[in-house]
T-cell receptor, first 113, second 115 residues
Framework: RKEVEQDPGPFNVPEGATVAFNCTYS??????FFWYRQDCRKEPKLLMS???SGNEDGRFTAQLNRASQYISLLIRDSKLSDSATYLC??????????????FGSGTRLSIRP | ETGVTQTPRHLVMGMTNKKSLKCEQH?????MYWYKQSAKKPLELMFV???????ENNSVPSRFSPECPNSSHLFLHLHTLQPEDSALYLC??????????????FGSGTQLSVL
């Protein structure tokens, strides 16, 4: 089983729709969670951290379910500019914490007019 | 000015060449990383430096040799690469490695093609 798993998509939704995707992680000791966004042929950029209580940033809502070991990203009122690949990132920490930063393969989202 | 700058943006090299990738961060961060991104694969961590000291070598072949002269600069020296090493090489930095400061800021990457 992969340490971090995402549905690769692509998710193809109309502009204005609400879309959600999940990411599951295998290590129950994981401590930090993030969503990054990567545009085609560009570098990943931090979209938002994911906190235990859930958090919202404008049209984006991230949630963490520790019991089921998944995090989710919800995008409301989607825009054409939301088209990108969304990377789930889990940090397990440990003695060498940076080495435990695990990236998922990403979920491709395409918003159509 | 972007926070993390990588050069060159594109590189084509033969298997017998020697080349170097350069990364510079202007964010005052203490940790720097090299990642490899191949098509349809997740990002793979290669090396980590914290306060100029290498803290992680993720079983990377010796044909990749990192160098970190100071907290702001990171190099990846390449020699006798193989075609399967063709990929996007991304440099990243973070404030530190401890929890809460490990948010990564990436450079634009070097698209490497090995012929």
């Amino acid at each position: 089983r992969k340490e971090v798993e995402q549905d690769p998509g692509p998710f193809n939704v109309p502009e204005g729709a609400t879309v959600a995707f999940n990411c599951t992680y295998s290590n129950s000791a994981s401590q930090s969670f993030f969503w990054y966004r990567q545009d085609c042929r560009k570098e990943p950029k931090l979209l938002m951290s994911v906190y235990s209580s859930g958090n919202e940033d404008g049209r984006f809502t991230a949630q963490l379910n520790r019991a089921s070991q998944y995090i989710s990203l919800l995008i409301r009122d989607s825009k054409l500019s939301d088209s990108a690949t969304y990377l789930c990132v889990v940090n397990n920490h440990g003695d060498s914490s940076a080495s435990k930063i695990i990236f998922g393969s990403g979920t491709r989202l395409s918003i159509r007019p | 000015e972007t926070g993390v700058t990588q050069t060159p943006r594109h590189l084509v090299m033969g298997m017998t060449n020697k080349k170097s990738l350069k990364c510079e961060q202007h964010l005052g961060h203490n940790a720097m990383y090299w990642y490899k991104q191949s098509a349809k694969k997740p990002l793979e961590l290669m090396f980590v430096y914290n306060f100029k000291e290498q803290t992680e070598n993720n079983s990377v072949p010796s044909r990749f040799s990192p160098e970190c002269p100071n907290s702001s600069h990171l190099f990846l020296h390449l020699h006798t690469l193989q075609p399967e090493d063709s990929a996007l090489y991304l440099c990243a930095s973070s404030q530190d490695k401890v929890a809460g400061t490990e948010k990564l800021f990436f450079g634009s990457g070097t698209q490497l093609s090995v012929l």
